[in-house]
């Protein structure tokens, strides 16, 4: 496909267990970005790849969150753990090159996570 | 830190109305200026964006003009349509080789035939 993908569409999970979100980024876009999108507090950054370069972690929550790209393509998003207050929807998005600023980001059409 | 502030929803229009979404923001040197729109059960896409003072975005008779002055970033579309319902958001890429993108809240916006 053109587009980012982001699977499952949707997880409902018990409160405690761990889940793993993942997205495919358009072919040949070195950057990758997760984001959240939560009713009490928008669209939050969470973590960003470029490249071969160390992410920047600065957004994620606490330590239960993680993500990890693999081969400069795939990414997961890990949550341990898991609460109710991480019910949100997990949003991919991916862009040509990543920095300069001026990038365009193309969004996937997000994981809704729900905590019970 | 940075940060970007949006008019409060919702923006109920009738049918070829003009549509005002007030955005300003907050950041350090010259980022970078998008608005973004989420129609009901899509994904974020890019609307319109501009990389520096003066520059003036447009897409879909949409548009906005970077205001540095002002610190900011109002889109404005003559004739807004139904197709045009949805959550719309203005958000800031600081430049320098930080791309993540800081988003205001979200307007939502109804428009009735």
């Known amino acids: 496909g053109a587009g980012v993908s982001q699977s499952p569409s949707n997880k409902v999970t018990e409160k405690g267990k761990d889940v793993e979100l993942r997205c495919d980024p358009i072919?040949?876009?070195?950057?990758l970005y997760w984001y959240r999108q939560s009713l009490g507090q928008g669209l939050e950054f969470l973590i960003y790849?470029?490249?071969?370069?160390?992410?920047?972690k600065s957004g994620l929550p606490s330590d239960r969150f993680s993500a990890e790209r693999t081969g400069g393509s795939v990414s997961t998003l890990t949550i341990q753990r898991t609460q109710q207050e991480d019910s949100a929807v997990y949003l991919c998005?991916?862009?040509?090159?990543?920095?300069?600023?001026?990038?365009?980001?193309?969004f996937g059409p997000g994981t809704r996570l729900t905590v019970l | 830190g940075d940060s970007v502030t949006q008019m409060e929803g919702p923006v109920t229009l009738s049918e070829e109305a003009f549509l005002t979404i007030n955005c300003t923001y907050t950041?350090?040197?010259?980022?970078?200026l998008f608005w973004y729109v989420q129609y009901p059960g899509e994904g974020l896409q890019l609307l319109l964006k501009?990389?520096?003072?003066?520059d003036k975005g447009s897409n879909k008779g949409f548009e906005a003009t970077y205001r540095k002055e002002t610190t900011s970033f109002h889109l404005e579309k003559g004739s807004v349509q139904v197709s045009d319902s949805a959550v719309y958001f203005c958000?800031?890429?600081?430049?320098?080789?930080?791309?993540?993108?800081?988003f205001g809240a979200g307007t939502r916006l109804a428009v009735h035939p």
């Open positions: 958000a800031l890429s600081r430049s320098g080789g930080y791309n993540k993108l800081i």
């Open positions: 072919s040949g876009h070195t950057a």
């Open positions: 790849f470029q490249g071969n370069s160390a992410p920047d």
């Open positions: 998005a991916s862009s040509l090159a990543g920095v300069g600023g001026s990038d365009t980001q193309y």
């Open positions: 950041a350090t040197g010259y980022p970078s």
């Open positions: 501009a990389t520096k003072a003066d």
